[in-house]
């Protein structure tokens, strides 16, 4: 697969999500593939995190915590990520749908690279042009929904959009508490 190839199908995502999310499905791409799309996530995840703590002007008389360790980020990204593959899965099958874990993976995967690509646009909005980035952070909020639900859809074969929207608000209600949990609390 190539670069040209791979913006093809990021077109396709963000305007026809379903059948983007047929054709990664089709690659049926094996597990090392899986786990190092996986790590290379977490990997470009961490280092868009890390700029935005240390490329954003901080404003005067605002006080930042420090950041943390690399690593701790890396590694609550990618607990977070694998908890979402689960959520997606397990609910997903309660409702009814058919999905395996490969699929599911891929198909995260691939979001979690586009969402990356949008978290850097979103870095150098912020540099360059603050009050663009909330717009743009809204309209990828948006978009990230959308694909999300199709994605789901397609991967559990539920034939109806609110299925997906289910698996969304449980995955979300469990998924809370762990995230809240995971995030370092800073002092008042």
Same mark, same amino acid.
């Given at each position: ?85 689960t959520a ?15 699929? *599911?993976?891929? #198909?995260?995967?691939? +979001?979690? /690279? &586009? ?5 850097f646009i %979103? $870095? ?17 909020? *948006?978009?990230? #929904?959308?694909?999300? +639900?199709? /994605? &789901? ?6 034939? %109806? $959009? ?27």
């Amino acid at each position: 697969m190539n670069i040209t190839m791979l913006g093809n199908l990021a077109v396709l995502t963000l305007f026809n999500p379903a059948s983007a999310a047929r054709e990664l499905l089709a690659m049926r791409l094996g597990r090392e593939a899986l786990w190092l799309g996986f790590c290379l996530a977490v990997v470009l995840n961490g280092l868009v995190q890390f700029g935005f703590e240390n490329l954003l002007p901080v404003p005067e008389g605002l006080e930042v915590a420090p950041p943390e360790p690399i690593f701790i980020s890396l590694i609550r990204s990618g607990v977070l990520m694998m908890f979402s593959v689960t959520a997606f899965l397990v609910v997903g099958r309660l409702l009814g749908g058919s999905a395996t874990f490969s699929e *599911i993976m891929t #198909l995260t995967i691939w +979001l979690q /690279f &586009l969402q990356i690509i949008a978290m850097f646009i %979103t $870095l150098v909005l912020a540099i360059a042009i603050p009050f663009v980035m909330v717009l743009f952070l809204f309209a990828t909020a *948006i978009v990230s #929904l959308y694909v999300t +639900l199709h /994605f &789901l859809n397609e991967a559990h074969k539920f034939g %109806t $959009l609110w299925k997906s929207v289910g698996v969304l608000l449980l995955s979300a209600l469990v998924a809370v508490p762990i995230i809240l949990a995971l995030t370092p609390s800073t002092p008042v």
